[in-house]
Protein backbone atom coordinates (compact mmCIF):
# COMPACT_ATOMS: atom_id res chain seq x y z
CA UNK A 1 0.00 0.00 0.00
CA UNK A 2 1.54 3.50 -0.68
CA UNK A 3 2.56 5.50 2.23
CA UNK A 4 2.21 9.62 2.28
CA UNK A 5 3.88 12.36 4.33
CA UNK A 6 1.74 14.77 5.22
CA UNK A 7 2.97 17.89 6.93
CA UNK A 8 0.62 19.93 9.47
CA UNK A 9 1.49 23.65 9.46
CA UNK A 10 -0.07 25.24 12.49
CA UNK A 11 -1.73 28.54 12.63
CA UNK A 12 -1.19 30.88 15.23
CA UNK A 13 -4.26 29.97 17.90
CA UNK A 14 -1.65 27.99 20.06
CA UNK A 15 -4.01 27.72 22.92
CA UNK A 16 -6.57 26.47 21.11
CA UNK A 17 -4.49 24.00 19.81
CA UNK A 18 -2.90 22.96 23.14
CA UNK A 19 -6.78 22.91 24.81
CA UNK A 20 -7.15 20.08 22.13
CA UNK A 21 -4.19 18.18 21.92
CA UNK A 22 -5.00 15.18 23.68
CA UNK A 23 -7.86 14.49 21.47
CA UNK A 24 -5.56 15.00 18.57
CA UNK A 25 -3.62 12.07 20.05
CA UNK A 26 -5.95 9.85 20.36
CA UNK A 27 -6.80 9.84 17.16
CA UNK A 28 -3.62 9.54 16.34
CA UNK A 29 -3.47 6.71 18.59
CA UNK A 30 -6.22 4.79 17.03
CA UNK A 31 -5.30 5.40 13.59
CA UNK A 32 -1.81 4.29 14.75
CA UNK A 33 -2.93 0.91 16.12
CA UNK A 34 -5.32 0.49 12.93
CA UNK A 35 -1.75 0.78 11.11
CA UNK A 36 -2.80 3.66 9.09
CA UNK A 37 -0.40 5.90 10.98
CA UNK A 38 2.86 4.95 10.75
CA UNK A 39 4.55 7.51 12.89
CA UNK A 40 3.84 10.86 13.86
CA UNK A 41 4.99 13.77 15.54
CA UNK A 42 5.36 17.39 16.29
CA UNK A 43 7.89 19.44 14.10
CA UNK A 44 10.08 22.46 15.90
CA UNK A 45 8.82 25.67 15.62
CA UNK A 46 11.58 26.74 12.73
CA UNK A 47 10.24 28.81 10.36
CA UNK A 48 6.74 27.52 12.01
CA UNK A 49 5.36 25.37 14.49
CA UNK A 50 3.94 21.85 12.95
CA UNK A 51 3.54 18.17 12.46
CA UNK A 52 4.49 15.18 10.50
CA UNK A 53 2.22 12.05 9.91
CA UNK A 54 3.63 9.12 7.69
CA UNK A 55 0.39 7.69 7.02
CA UNK A 56 -0.52 4.14 4.43
CA UNK A 57 -3.27 4.73 2.44
CA UNK A 58 -4.66 3.31 -0.81
CA UNK A 59 -4.53 6.91 -2.84
CA UNK A 60 -4.41 10.33 -1.56
CA UNK A 61 -8.12 10.61 -1.16
CA UNK A 62 -8.04 8.02 1.44
CA UNK A 63 -5.10 10.19 3.90
CA UNK A 64 -7.67 13.16 3.29
CA UNK A 65 -10.70 11.25 4.65
CA UNK A 66 -8.66 10.12 7.77
CA UNK A 67 -7.77 13.96 7.82
CA UNK A 68 -10.55 15.23 7.96
CA UNK A 69 -11.38 13.13 10.87
CA UNK A 70 -8.62 15.02 13.00
CA UNK A 71 -10.23 16.81 15.86
CA UNK A 72 -7.13 19.33 14.82
CA UNK A 73 -8.93 19.94 11.17
CA UNK A 74 -12.27 21.38 12.67
CA UNK A 75 -10.83 23.78 15.31
CA UNK A 76 -8.88 25.49 12.44
CA UNK A 77 -5.72 25.35 14.05
CA UNK A 78 -4.65 23.77 10.82
CA UNK A 79 -3.08 26.36 8.63
CA UNK A 80 -2.07 24.59 5.70
CA UNK A 81 -1.47 20.69 4.99
CA UNK A 82 1.05 19.53 2.36
CA UNK A 83 0.07 15.77 1.37
CA UNK A 84 2.85 13.90 -0.92
CA UNK A 85 3.08 10.21 -1.61
CA UNK A 86 6.65 9.17 -0.34
CA UNK A 87 8.92 5.56 -1.50
CA UNK A 88 10.36 4.78 1.36
CA UNK A 89 13.93 2.94 0.18
CA UNK A 90 15.31 1.91 3.70
CA UNK A 91 13.72 1.62 7.04
CA UNK A 92 10.94 -0.06 8.52
CA UNK A 93 8.31 1.39 5.87
CA UNK A 94 10.26 0.44 2.94
CA UNK A 95 8.07 -1.54 0.56
CA UNK A 96 10.28 -4.83 -0.25
Do not use: C, K
Request: net charge negative.
Amino acid sequence: MPVFAVTYHYGPDTDTRMEHRPAHRRWQAEMNEAGTILASGPLDNDPQPGGLLILSAADRGEVEGHLAADPYASLGVIESTDIREWTPVFGPFAQG
